[in-house]
């Protein structure tokens, strides 16, 4: 459809009218196909519940019962992408269609991201490519990192947080709010993860993809954070929906509603669950004030301890503010409904008890403490460049850090443990 749409808005890109007619039967076929798969039971059960909540009964109801397409938000805004480029000038539409289904299927990304936009990713299929030995040497290691967040850090920490969140109500506050803190850096580890391992890949052919993330847990405000997490559907967001409603160029009170409508549909993009979509409401509150003070674009540039080793103690400050911020969300991101999110940091405010978290399985919690902590400060260390995991001079560190990421992986590794990634099944 949209190799077919993209051709039909590039003839008509004179006459705005009929470009835009054909702009808008690609949203309507792609957003149509994801609402129908990902979003039908969403509205039916919010119907349901809406009737219910006046005191009218719905037996009778028609739902899918049907498993969910892999990564499906990801190729429909990859390839919504494609329509808009054309439609905004800043794309030929091609004729090649065996480029163009490279372009939706390549395998690196196709089901967890970066959501590539046809100018990068489309032009570089159309290229003739050559072997590189840096750019290959630099996908391996890439690749590497990537496990090593997935496995050791992602998967360690992931049956820790599902016993916490399964069982909130027997846990004292001291353990939830670890539950919640782990879950952060286990989203993190498994999402930033993947996204290396599909950039690392994608260099073994030759094809640079976009950075998706740059360190975001060492943003100094929710605006930075942003910058820094999940960045091509951030991106995206900003390119074909913040921009062409206005964006930040009108007056404040429409630059704020544009605002709250991005982290809303945002929040709508990750599931259909009232959860998401008030975990999107309160990122756009932290946001909100981070623009009305002009600070949203102040750190975009820069890095935290940009000009010495150390960090200030101000961006220190603004750091642990900012994830705990962020860690707060999570609760609703984690939870399966809104009455468990709110459950949960009703537990946290009144049960002030504190206990050793002990996990059924008997593992010893200092060893992941540990690991967590070497994990932050070897990510602070190299946070200038994410593309560049092992950026040492010395070829003897390089390789025993080579040496003691894969023997950790090794250690850490369990049969046993479901490995899914979180964000497949967005």
Same mark, same amino acid.
Do not use: C, T
């Given at each position: 459809m949209?190799?077919?749409? *993209?051709?039909?808005?590039?003839?008509?890109?004179?006459v705005k009218k009929k470009a835009?007619?054909?702009?808008?039967?690609?949203?309507?076929?792609?957003? *149509?196909?994801?609402?129908?798969?990902?979003?039908?039971?969403?509205?039916v059960d919010s119907f349901i519940g809406m009737f219910s909540s006046l005191g009218y009964e719905i037996k009778s109801t028609w739902t899918l019962n049907i498993i969910l397409p892999v990564g499906i938000s990801f190729y429909t805004f990859q390839t919504m992408s494609y329509s808009f480029d054309i439609y905004y000038k800043k794309l030929t539409p091609t004729k090649n269609f065996i480029a163009f289904t490279a372009f939706v299927s390549f395998f690196p990304q196709l089901v967890a991201g970066p959501i590539e936009r046809a100018s990068n990713l489309l032009s570089q299929i159309m290229d003739k490519r050559s072997f590189k030995y840096e750019q290959a040497s630099g996908g391996i290691k890439l690749i590497l990192w990537g496990l090593f967040k997935k496995i050791v850090i992602a998967d360690s920490l992931a049956p820790i947080v599902d016993d916490i969140f399964a069982n909130y109500s027997t846990y004292p506050a001291s353990s939830l709010i670890l539950g919640v803190c782990l879950f952060s850096f286990q989203v993190?580890?498994?999402? /930033? *993860?993947? /996204?290396?391992?599909?950039?690392?890949t994608?260099?073994?052919? *030759?094809?640079?993809?976009? /950075?998706?993330?740059?360190?975001?847990?060492?943003?100094?405000?929710v605006a930075e954070y942003w910058q820094r997490w999940h960045v091509s559907l951030s991106t995206w967001f900003r390119h074909y929906l913040y921009i062409p409603m206005g964006g930040s160029r009108v007056n404040k009170t429409k630059s704020v509603r544009n605002i709250i409508v991005i982290f809303l549909v945002s929040g709508f993009w990750h599931g259909a669950n009232w959860t998401f979509i008030f975990w999107g409401g309160l990122h756009a509150l932290f946001y909100i004030p981070v623009f009305l003070m002009g600070r949203n674009r102040m750190y975009a540039d820069n890095v935290v301890g940009e000009k010495s080793i150390f960090p200030t103690p101000i961006e220190i400050l603004q750091v642990l503010l900012t994830f705990m911020l962020v860690t707060f969300s999570r609760i609703f991101f984690r939870s399966p409904t809104l009455t468990d999110s709110f459950q949960y940091m009703n537990r946290i405010a009144t049960d002030f008890s504190y206990e050793p978290y002990v996990h059924p399985m008997g593992?010893?919690?200092?060893?992941? &403490?540990?690991?967590?902590?070497?994990?932050?400060? &070897?990510? &602070?260390l190299i946070r200038k460049d994410e593309r560049n995991p092992f950026k040492f001079k010395s070829k003897v560190v390089r390789f025993l850090l080579y040496a003691v990421i894969v023997l950790t992986m090794l250690l850490f590794y369990d049969d046993e443990i479901n490995r899914s990634f979180i964000y497949f099944q967005f």
């Open positions: 949209d190799f077919f749409v *993209g051709q039909k808005i590039y003839q008509n890109l004179n835009r007619y054909w702009l808008w039967v690609s949203m309507a076929f792609n957003i *149509g196909m994801l609402g129908f798969f990902k979003y039908s039971n969403f509205f993190y580890g498994d999402f /930033s *993860g993947y /996204s290396d391992i599909a950039i690392g994608a260099k073994l052919f *030759g094809i640079e993809l976009m /950075s998706n993330f740059k360190f975001p847990n060492f943003s100094r405000n593992y010893r919690m200092a060893d992941f &403490y540990i690991l967590l902590v070497f994990f932050v400060i &070897y990510e &602070y």
